[in-house]
């Protein structure tokens, strides 16, 4: 069984930056595909970005790209995502994912992964 613990979440002014980490107990987290979500107010849980076993990475849209950055450290079972020009309508829990299959088709769906971490709050201040 897998366990994800996430950390690095607050309340931070627009603008500003955080860096969420994720870190995984069990299994073999370096052939996993790991990935972050998020999940606003009244809102479905929407993909972020994903980091596969091979080192592929995809994220949601380019405005994600341009500023979110998705990395794992395999020696230290942790994914981190690094967040910059944090906007007002980024503010949502945001959650890690594990897929134990290493699937790299379909990173964006959130049925494709078997593990899940119990988020952390993330609050951008206009």
């Known amino acids: 069984q897998v366990q994800l613990v996430e950390s690095g979440g607050g309340l931070v002014q627009a603008g500003g930056s955080l860096r969420l980490s994720c870190t995984a107990s069990?299994?073999?987290?370096?052939?996993?595909?790991m990935a972050w979500f998020r999940q606003a107010p009244e809102k479905g849980r929407e993909f972020v970005a994903a980091s596969t076993s091979s080192g592929g990475v995809t994220y949601d849209t380019n405005s994600i790209k341009a500023r979110f950055t998705i990395s794992r450290d395999n020696s230290k079972n942790t994914v981190y995502l690094q967040m910059t020009s944090l906007r007002p309508e980024d503010t949502a829990v945001y959650y890690c994912a594990a897929d134990e299959h290493g699937g790299t088709a379909y990173t964006w769906a959130r049925e494709a992964y078997d593990y899940w971490g119990q988020g952390t709050q993330v609050t951008v201040s206009s």
């Open positions: 069990g299994g073999t987290f370096s052939t996993y595909t």
